[in-house]
Nanobody
Framework: VQLQASGGGLVQAGGSLRLSCAAS????????MAWFRQASGKEREFVGY????????EYADSVKGRFTISRDSAKNTVYLQMNSLKPEDTALYYC????????????????WGQGTQVTVSS
């Protein structure tokens, strides 16, 4: 599976952005998809994941209620809708895929896209 993330940019605090992760490969629907982020000088951290069917999502406490993950299987694309953005959301955002279970750790994901930068100004 190859993943291509896009949609990052510069936004003011309180604003919104939608990230996209386009996946290639005929077995994409078999993967649990997730978003991670990495701020400068910090470790990569879990943001949220979405199940194969799209019916189940889970989020880190820091983004719960503000971020929403969805997937469009027909387009092989996963989205991260980010609302009420805060300066502390500034990071490089990565999408990832796993053929396993509902993981929240970096090491459990098999495939990674390149990051897309999100910068939130105060």
């Amino acid at each position: 599976v190859q993943l291509q993330a896009s949609g990052g940019g510069l936004v003011q605090a309180g604003g919104s952005l939608r990230l996209s992760c386009a996946a290639s490969g005929r077995t994409v629907p078999r993967y649990i998809m997730a978003w991670f982020r990495q701020a400068s000088g910090k470790e990569r951290e879990f943001v949220g994941y979405i199940s194969r069917s799209g019916s189940t999502t889970e989020y880190a406490d820091s983004v719960k209620g503000r971020f929403t993950i969805s997937r469009d299987s027909a387009k092989n694309t996963v989205y991260l809708q980010m609302n009420s953005l805060k300066p502390e959301d500034t990071a490089l955002y990565y999408c990832a895929a796993t053929s396993g279970s509902y993981y929240v750790t970096v090491g459990q994901y098999d495939y990674w896209g390149q990051g897309t930068q999100v910068t939130v100004s105060s």
